[in-house]
């Protein structure tokens, strides 16, 4: 079923001023529910530009956005696409935890005596116990807790798509793992997830489509492993292939006989471990 659909899409910031610049082109998109998509691209390329008119904060400036069916208000769609902006963080207002988390169900008609209900079980999605930080003021905790109870608050939403634009940006190597978990574990759920990434390695783990872009046109749009073979094309555009990817083909190259299509660490080790005649990983 299709869940997004952009078609002929263009987008200028600021039109008609001298500071006028124009972030995509043209662009068309189908995303079907259930999906599990990367955006790729050089810083510039329109990545988050692309989020924002996914999520249906930016109207383009030419083409049309359709999401679900098209019957959906502009106003209420919010509660169909949730976007998590780089850096959410930054953006907390509330005094404690609950509001913090209950403000946007609340926005979208959740009940007041169910609001408790949605807050206990969002914070409890991303790891956070909500006895615990239940009345604690949303500044005074870590950067990595500041991003899950932002997290939670598009979650109580319970939007059917969600976009996140570099989650993982800032956060160590726990943190990391912790998002991909999540982002998976959304997913699973049934829930369209877009994220975008600069880490390939992240994508070729996670990712079942990815679609790259550059100077703001989609110049590449398919299945994971087959957009990291177009090494050469994703090398002009600034992007690098994953380092698993990188070391079997290079394997391959200096005469080692395996098949050099991995993009992933477990695929890489599997490659080399089916050449040594031990067991594949799990």
């Known amino acids: 079923m299709r869940q997004i659909e952009i078609k002929n899409c263009s987008y200028t910031y600021q039109p008609g001023t001298i500071n006028s610049h124009q972030a995509l ?4 998109l189908a995303v079907d529910a259930g999906e599990l998509i990367a955006i790729i691209g050089h810083g510039g390329s329109g990545k988050s530009t692309l989020a924002l008119l996914l999520a249906g904060l930016f109207v383009p400036g030419s083409g049309t956005v359709t999401i679900g069916d098209g019957n959906i208000p502009p106003e209420q769609l919010f509660r169909e696409v949730g976007l998590v902006f780089q850096y959410p963080e930054h953006q907390l207002f509330a005094q404690n935890v609950f509001e913090e988390v209950a403000f946007g169900a609340r926005n979208a008609g959740v009940a007041e005596d169910y609001l408790p209900i ?6 409890e999605t991303v790891g956070l116990d909500p006895d615990q930080y239940w009345y604690s003021s949303p500044f005074e905790l870590s950067g990595g807790q500041k991003r899950r109870v932002c ?10 798509i969600v976009i996140l634009d570099e989650p993982t940006a800032g956060l160590d190597a726990v943190g990391k793992k912790w998002m991909k978990a999540l982002i998976s574990s959304l997913n699973q759920q049934g829930k369209t997830v877009i994220w975008i990434s600069h880490d390939m390695s992240e994508v070729a783990e996670l990712a079942r489509r990815v679609i790259v872009l550059e100077q703001g046109r989609i110049i590449l749009d398919g299945d994971t492993a087959d957009i990291f073979s177009c090494e050469d094309q994703l ?3 600034g992007l690098e292939i994953p380092h698993a990817a990188r070391l079997v083909r290079e394997l391959k190259a200096k005469g080692v006989p395996i098949p050099g299509k991995a993009v992933t660490v477990a695929g890489a080790f599997n490659e080399l471990i089916a050449y040594l005649g031990g067991d594949s990983a799990d």
Do not use: E, F
């Open 118 to 123: 949605k807050v206990r079980q969002s914070l």
């Open 235 to 237: 090398a002009a555009s």
């Open 151 to 160: 997290i939670a608050s598009l979650l109580a939403i319970d939007p059917g």
């Open 25 to 28: 082109y043209d662009i068309n």
